[in-house]
């Protein structure tokens, strides 16, 4: 089974070929889009996405620290992704943590 992995806080000078190059030992990867700061990265199987969230969250491209889960809301291989973003809680946020803040659906066009 497919799965579709986010590719959140990415630096925007991160191109399609460096997402490419961070996943590309996990396995074959069906589709990238690039959505400014962050991406969705479709993977062929489901375990290799698994392991990529597993070992890359938290890691850095380019630099700077991503955070890499699944990709929620609409069914894979639609042209609509609905995603939750993440405000971090560092930095004066007296230790909260992250707080969940509800952000719109993009269209893929």
Do not use: N
Not at 18 to 44: L, P
Not at 47 to 65: C, K, Q, T
Not at 70 to 81: E, F, V
Request: charged fraction near 40%; proline fraction near 4%; charge should be neutral.
């Amino acid at each position: 089974m497919p799965a579709q992995i986010y590719l959140g806080d990415i630096p925007s000078e991160c191109k399609e070929r460096d997402v490419e190059d961070f996943f590309r030992k996990y396995g074959r990867i069906e589709k990238i889009s690039m959505k400014g700061t962050f991406a969705f990265v479709d993977f062929e199987d489901g375990r290799d996405g698994d392991d990529a969230i597993r070992d890359l969250d938290g890691r850095r491209l380019l630099g700077v620290r991503v955070r890499v889960e699944r990709a929620r809301g609409t069914p894979h291989g639609s042209d609509r992704y609905e995603y939750d973003d993440y405000r971090g809680g560092g930095g004066g946020g007296g230790g909260r943590g992250r707080e969940r803040r509800r952000t719109p659906i993009w269209l893929d066009k």
